[in-house]
């Protein structure tokens, strides 16, 4: 599913864009997960460590889960760290930790939130989930 979206990186690592670093080790690693409720339906956000991003799955009936979506805010284009070894801020959120979901009755803004912490770039970030005909995470 990575590789569909993001051929031509889908196996790098946290710190590397060098296509197949991890081709011999994990490939990209469910490492966080959050569950929330919107209108009724349950959705399971998953943080990928290594490439980065979050998969969603609508799992209101397990045994017919259905992937939704796969979110990465990553900036493939630039370096994830600087010459002095430090995060590059510019190169977008890298290796999610720890998830949280906030449902709208409970968030300050009144809109269903998922919170990520991520390792890698040492950022936060918060996404507002929102319902189309899919599940919509956006910054």
Request: hydrophobic share 30%; no cysteine; charged share 25%.
């Amino acid at each position: 599913m990575v590789g569909e979206g993001f051929p031509k990186v889908f196996n790098v690592s946290n710190d590397s864009l060098k296509k197949e670093k991890r081709s011999r080790s994990k490939g990209p690693e469910p490492e966080g997960l959050a569950i929330g409720e919107i209108d009724g339906r349950t959705y399971a956000f998953i943080g990928l460590e290594r490439i980065g991003g979050i998969m969603v799955y609508d799992i209101t009936e397990p045994e017919q889960s259905q992937h939704i979506g796969y979110y990465n805010n990553r900036r493939f284009d630039l370096p994830a760290t600087l010459a002095d070894g430090s995060s590059n801020p510019e190169a977008g959120d890298s290796g999610p930790e720890g998830l949280l979901f906030i449902p709208k009755q409970q968030s300050p803004t009144g809109t269903n939130l998922l919170i990520v912490g991520n390792e890698t770039s040492g950022t936060t970030t918060v996404w507002e989930v929102a319902l189309s005909d899919e599940v919509v995470l956006g910054d």
